[in-house]
């Protein structure tokens, strides 16, 4: 009968324990006989060969003189004991940044910008994106606090309303912005929460808003600036005197001009009465026609004589204000580099047009706000004291039941022999960073050993099966194991885990076995995008879930396909249709009412059951994007919904969704129906896929590895006491299909060189993951 990993792991460890005592020569003759005939029989029980093994305690002792000795100590309390870390997964300068910001987190506490090491956070920029944001560094208001030492309640809340427009991460991805974030936060709380009016709350605003937008301008740029206003003024001046004579002897003109056309029309109204016309009337007219022509005469002779000078008054006046335009642009580019600036516009978007609430650009809602504020709104701190306590997320029981499966007896059938005797070994085989034991394993030697020596295993076999050698599968150093040391144990707890911010892999003592491919997978996925690209990109970016992440090419197209080929087919997801009280009625009216049926109401009818009769209306709605027309769908789908629905109901589940395949749409289900919620993660499901494609691989060659796969086919999950079958694997021509697509990946990872090429550029992998220290 075959021993369970438990069974062995006890059983290797007494018989380390008896070894250790036939070697120490302290054991009396019939002692020695007893401890050798134990060892004996563990080792036959082990699987070894006892033909060979030593008899009496003499002979285990000259045995042991002849084994090579590799200077390693099997003793988990030796320094140089042979299972032992190699190194830190978190260099210890940055862990101690990031525990600084954890701490503050933990305790409430806001943290000053001076308080985090900046250097060290950005030496793994994936990790300061993941700490410099408002959960860790805004800390806890001590609103009662401020409530004691005399802050109104409507200045508390407007002050919380300052605090809600802060954007949850710096407003762009750079270690620039993340610090001046860092700053932002603790400035704006320092300035607002010594207020106790709301007038001390909107002056702290307008003064944020004039350090966004306003003009400093240095001593030299001032004195310039007050020069060229003192020109403009006497320019002004004297334009003025220019422009009032001018205007004198264009207002005299027009009086002139206007009695002429009186005069002429006096004149002209007594010809046409017939009216005797004496030599006076004529004289009136003439003297007015001279008055016309000599104003109008000074008037342009004014206007010629000053033309070269209000030319070159203005011109100067359009060169100096130009010049003063410069001046403010040059030294408001120059302020928006400031400090403040900077951590202001850090803070995001919508902080800033909250700071510009008066203006036309400003915030609405905010100005709403001040308004409220102003009236005295709130009048109490309930809005402070509700509770706000976040949903408590719990794990399925379809997820923990799956997490917690593994095989009772890993074997491993087939490969390159594994000659791995400690850690240090491993991290050379796969060029890891690190690798790093949890207690449980670094105190038991047989964990230890079997977890060392199966992965070793798992990568040489998986290496086999993509052509992809080992050494380059940890990414130039770049990618750490852990085992039993980084999980959170209890029930429920996954087997293993990839940290997308460490590039580590961990696997539990007990359970992580089978789940090795799995991670790496993970590790390949999430790494691939920034290696290819050259540039660092966020913690989520998966090449299987966005292959544009990637350079335009023969890679890029070939992670496009496997999602293709994980997503893509025949079947129909579900959707949920709300139904209003009196949807069913409305259906009934409308399709079983009307005498004739026409167009959509016919489809409907004809579509004779629930999930044909929502294609139809979608059929019939296809390409329309119309407000109008999208609400008739709408309108049209609960028709349908209700239609086919029993009296009562209030809501339809139809198979009215995209179409995908089989495996997404299982998946699909492992998540209750909510897309992309676990289990139908684009990522998850590419991992999964994985598996299948090792598994198959290997047993295509007569192979097995458990510890790199195990249980990845459907056939192993049906779950009675869920009353449903378990498919988180793809299965069938699809399962083909998608095996063939990474065929494809592996095949032009290999032809592209992109490992090699990675590997060989250290300044390149220096730059993406930064410069890590042990």
């Known amino acids: 009968m075959a021993l369970t990993p438990i069974e062995t792991a006890r059983l290797s460890a007494r018989l380390l324990q008896l070894r250790e005592q036939l070697q120490s020569g302290t054991l009396h003759n019939i002692q020695a006989v007893r401890a050798t005939t134990e060892a004996l029989d563990i080792y036959a029980k082990l699987g070894g060969d006892t033909a060979g093994a030593p008899a009496t305690q003499n002979?285990?002792?000259?045995?042991?003189?002849?084994?090579?000795?590799?200077?390693?100590?099997?003793?988990?309390?030796?320094?140089?004991?042979?299972?032992?870390?190699?190194?830190?997964?978190?260099?210890?300068?940055?862990?101690?940044?990031?525990?600084?910001?954890?701490?503050?987190?933990?305790?409430?506490?806001?943290?000053?910008?001076?308080d985090i090491d900046f250097k060290a956070v950005e030496e793994n920029p994936r990790q300061a994106r993941e700490l410099i944001k408002k959960s860790n560094l805004f800390g806890q208001v001590d609103w009662a606090d401020?409530?004691?030492?005399?802050?109104?309640?409507?200045?508390?809340?407007?002050?919380?309303?300052?605090?809600?427009?802060?954007?949850?991460?710096?407003?762009?991805?750079?270690?620039?912005?993340r610090k001046s974030y860092a700053l932002g936060i603790e400035t704006i709380r320092t300035r607002l929460e010594g207020a106790k009016s709301v007038e001390e709350v909107t002056s702290v605003i307008t003064e944020i808003s004039d350090e966004l937008t306003g003009v400093r301008l240095n001593s030299e740029e001032s004195g310039r600036f007050a020069d060229i206003g003192t020109q403009l003024r006497e320019l002004a001046a004297r334009a003025q005197v220019i422009d009032k004579a001018k205007d004198a002897l264009y207002q005299a003109s027009n009086a002139a001009q206007s009695a002429l056309w009186k005069a002429q029309h006096d004149f002209e109204n007594r010809l046409k009465r017939g009216w005797k016309v004496e030599s006076k009337h004529e004289e009136t007219v003439a003297e007015a026609k001279a008055l016309a022509a000599s104003t109008s005469k000074a008037w342009a002779d004014e206007?010629?004589?000053?033309?070269?000078?209000?030319?070159?008054?203005?011109?100067?006046?359009?060169?100096?204000?130009?010049?003063?335009?410069?001046?403010?642009?040059?030294?408001?580019?120059?302020?928006?580099?400031?400090?403040?600036?900077?951590?202001?516009?850090?803070?995001?978007?919508?902080?800033?047009?909250?700071?510009?609430?008066?203006?036309?650009?400003?915030?609405?809602?905010?100005?709403?706000?001040?308004?409220?504020?102003?009236?005295?709104?709130?009048?109490?701190?309930?809005?402070?004291?509700?509770?706000?306590?976040?949903?408590?997320?719990?794990?399925?029981?379809?997820?923990?039941?799956?997490?917690?499966?593994?095989?009772?007896?890993?074997?491993?059938?087939?490969?390159?022999?594994?000659?791995?005797?400690?850690?240090?070994?491993?991290?050379?085989?796969?060029?890891?960073?690190?690798?790093?034991?949890?207690?449980?394993v670094l105190e038991d030697f047989a964990s230890a050993k079997w977890h060392v020596e199966q992965s070793a295993g798992a990568m040489m076999d998986m290496a086999d099966m993509l052509g992809i050698d080992e050494s380059v599968l940890g990414f130039g150093g770049r990618l750490s194991v852990a085992f039993g040391a980084r999980g959170v144990g209890g029930k429920g707890a996954a087997r293993a885990h990839y940290e997308p911010?460490?590039?580590?892999?961990?696997?539990?003592?007990?359970?992580?076995?089978?789940?090795?491919?799995?991670?790496?997978?993970?590790?390949?996925?999430?790494?691939?995008?920034?290696?290819?690209?050259?540039?660092?990109?966020?913690?989520?970016?998966?090449?299987?879930?966005?292959?544009?992440?990637?350079?335009?090419?023969?890679?890029?197209?070939?992670?496009?396909?496997?999602?293709?080929?994980?997503?893509?087919?025949?079947?129909?997801?579900?959707?949920?249709?709300?139904?209003?009280?009196?949807?069913?009625?409305?259906?009934?009216?409308?399709?079983?009412?009307a005498r004739v049926l026409r167009g959509v109401a016919l489809a409907v009818k004809q579509a004779g059951n629930l999930d044909d009769a929502v294609l139809a209306v979608d059929k019939a709605f296809q390409g329309q994007t119309l407000p109008r027309s999208l609400k008739q769908k709408k309108q049209w789908r609960q028709i349908a919904a209700a239609y086919y629905s029993p009296e009562g109901a209030?809501?339809?589940?139809?198979?009215?969704?995209?179409?995908?395949?089989?495996?997404?749409?299982?998946?699909?289900?492992?998540?209750?129906?909510?897309?992309?919620?676990?289990?139908?993660?684009?990522?998850?499901?590419?991992?999964?896929?994985?598996?299948?494609?090792?598994?198959?691989?290997?047993?295509?060659?007569?192979?097995?590895?458990?510890?790199?796969?195990?249980?990845?086919?459907?056939?192993?999950h049906y779950l009675p006491e869920l009353g449903t079958p378990f498919k988180p694997y793809p299965e069938g021509e699809e399962r083909a299909h998608i095996n063939k697509a990474f065929d494809q990946v592996f095949k032009t990872l290999r032809e592209e060189k992109a490992f090699e090429n990675a590997m060989n550029n250290t300044a390149l992998l220096d730059s993406i993951f930064g410069v890590f220290h042990d």
């Not at 401020?146 to 270690?175: F, H, N, Q, W």
């Not at 408590?392 to 997490?403: D, G, L, N």
């Not at 790496?520 to 913690?539: F, T």
């Not at 992670?559 to 069913?584: D, H, V, Y």
Request: aromatic share 8%; net charge neutral; hydrophobic share 35%.
């Open 59 to 114: 002979d285990a002792q000259a045995a042991d003189l002849d084994a090579p000795d590799d200077g390693l100590s099997d003793d988990p309390n030796s320094e140089n004991y042979r299972y032992k870390d190699t190194g830190y997964i978190s260099g210890s300068r940055k862990e101690q940044a990031a525990n600084t910001i954890k701490l503050a987190r933990e305790s409430g506490q806001m943290l000053r910008s001076s």
């Open 146 to 177: 401020l409530k004691t030492a005399g802050m109104p309640p409507e200045v508390g809340y407007l002050i919380d309303r300052v605090y809600a427009s802060i954007a949850p991460m710096p407003a762009e991805d750079t270690p620039q912005s």
């Open 303 to 440: 206007l010629a004589a000053t033309k070269e000078e209000r030319e070159s008054i203005r011109a100067q006046r359009v060169a100096l204000a130009g010049e003063q335009r410069t001046i403010t642009d040059v030294a408001r580019a120059r302020n928006q580099k400031s400090p403040e600036a900077q951590a202001w516009m850090s803070l995001g978007e919508r902080f800033i047009k909250a700071t510009m609430y008066r203006k036309l650009r400003g915030s609405d809602t905010f100005a709403g706000h001040v308004a409220n504020a102003r009236a005295g709104e709130p009048k109490t701190w309930d809005w402070a004291e509700k509770e706000k306590a976040p949903p408590v997320k719990r794990a399925s029981q379809r997820r923990i039941t799956f997490a917690l499966k593994v095989v009772e007896n890993f074997e491993r059938k087939g490969g390159r022999p594994v000659a791995i005797a400690s850690t240090a070994d491993l991290e050379r085989l796969c060029n890891f960073r690190a690798v790093q034991s949890g207690n449980w």
């Open 501 to 593: 911010i460490e590039r580590a892999i961990n696997i539990t003592k007990m359970n992580g076995g089978g789940s090795f491919g799995h991670e790496v997978y993970h590790a390949l996925d999430n790494i691939l995008p920034s290696l290819l690209r050259g540039a660092e990109g966020a913690k989520d970016e998966w090449a299987s879930h966005t292959p544009e992440l990637m350079p335009e090419g023969a890679i890029r197209t070939a992670f496009a396909k496997l999602k293709l080929a994980l997503t893509s087919g025949t079947e129909r997801l579900t959707e949920t249709i709300k139904l209003a009280p009196n949807s069913r009625e409305t259906a009934i009216y409308n399709l079983d009412g």
């Open 650 to 716: 209030t809501e339809a589940v139809a198979k009215s969704g995209t179409t995908v395949s089989n495996f997404y749409l299982e998946a699909q289900k492992l998540d209750d129906g909510k897309t992309g919620k676990y289990w139908s993660e684009f990522h998850e499901m590419a991992a999964r896929a994985f598996q299948s494609y090792l598994e198959d691989k290997l047993a295509e060659s007569g192979r097995q590895n458990d510890y790199l796969s195990c249980l990845a086919d459907n056939k192993y």
